[in-house]
């Protein structure tokens, strides 16, 4: 064995890696020459430097620090989400930013509007709005997000609180079904179910008062809300358009958005975020 | 402690959050390794190791391989550490604005030479470093969770040894001319 091939199995041999034959030959060059020699005694003494150093490193034990700085953190997000700016961004970045065709909501509660008389009336009462949308108890959307991924999402809704009590949202690759005992995902490429024994929230979002929040945060940063009737090509009536807007908020930018609400029913056909 | 990375991961996501504590385990040494060369001080790379692995809880839905989590945490630990590097930074500018005092510098680890000098490896090297002598991995549990032959562990370690001792001999000579000086 010469000096190269030593040197090329220098490690594994040190590493107690090589066959009995091997070892042997290395260990025979190492006895007949000395540069080889100090270089496998280089090697082992920042191995044994390395593993001295390593069980050192060792005897810290972060896993309870970590442990309970993760449940400190869930606390505070949990604790958050109860704030409504936070809850503003949230709906912001949830699915549900687009609810598509007149036809995605369907209205099981029977309601009892007044029709606006447009002559009467200049503007627009956004109490209509808000009381139909506490009468639905079930809502269909289809969603469209920044990204222009689809979502469809069914929605059951407590009608006394405003928020989701079931839902089944169909994301594409992932479909969830939520019960108030448990929530399901189906991982469609995986072929894998994984079940969590809670409710899992879809959204931020009070779907049946989602207006009324948006209403009143326009209110709280100081926001405009501005209604005009439009005739709407697509869905061949005429619609309100409500445009809102809030203004730049420390580090949130000003929001534009445009609820397209059926003039009828006084419900939201569609929300866009311009901004 | 002889499951996967992944079957932690998929247990934490599952709602276990308290199976996190395996791979902390396995992966505390490692981190601090890399983290105390980074940062100077074992208290730091303390704090910096936890918030690394905070920030990988929280983001673990997006870890797309689980396989991957190893490689995962040192992009996030290395993150963690320009912050850190950064806000100390700061503090030192600040420090030395209002004082007009020379900031003393971090107190330093058992071996900061060797965790420097590991610290400053290129990034394929140190990972094998890492596993073989801060994660308790043979070289071919290291070859096997990298995914490349034994044959290759081993070259690359004898590289990254080569490496190392350069940059550890340059450091004593960097030493050697500070006290001259």
Known sequence: MNCAECKEHLVAYIEGLLAESQKQAIELHLKSCPPCRAEAAAITTLYNRMTTNGKVLAQTDLEDKVLSRIVREQNLRLRKADNHFQLWRKIMNSKITKLATAAAIIVIAVLSITFLDKSVTPAYAIEQTIEAMRSINSIHAYCTDWDNSQGEVWVQIDPNTGQEEYYYADQGNLLIVATPQATYYYYKDKNLVRIRNEYVPASEVRFSRFFEDLVRWVQQYNGQLRFYFQFDEELQQEVIMVYGSIPTQGDMKEKEFIFRVDSQTKLPISLEMLK | ?181
């Open chain 2, 1 to 181: 402690m002889s499951q996967t990375d992944k079957y932690y991961i998929e247990r934490c996501l599952d709602g276990h959050s308290d199976d996190f504590r395996y791979l902390v385990r396995r992966y505390q040494t490692v981190l601090l390794a890399q983290l105390t060369g980074q940062l100077g001080s074992k208290d730091k790379a303390d704090e910096a190791a936890q918030e690394s692995f905070v920030r990988a809880y929280f983001n673990l839905e997006k870890l797309k391989k689980p396989d991957s989590f190893f490689s995962w945490l040192l992009g996030i630990a290395k993150r963690v550490t320009k912050e850190h590097q950064r806000n100390e930074q700061r503090h030192r500018r600040e420090i030395v604005r209002s004082f007009s005092e020379k900031v003393p510098g971090p107190e330093l680890s058992q071996d900061y030479a060797l965790e420097r000098a590991i610290a400053e490896l290129p990034d394929s090297y140190r990972k094998l470093i890492l596993l073989r002598y801060y994660g308790g991995y043979s070289c071919s549990q290291v070859a096997e969770q990298l995914d490349i032959p034994l044959g290759t562990v081993t070259k690359k370690l004898s590289r990254a040894y080569a490496v190392l001792r350069k940059s550890l001999r340059q450091q004593k000579r960097d030493e050697n001319c500070e006290v001259q000086k």
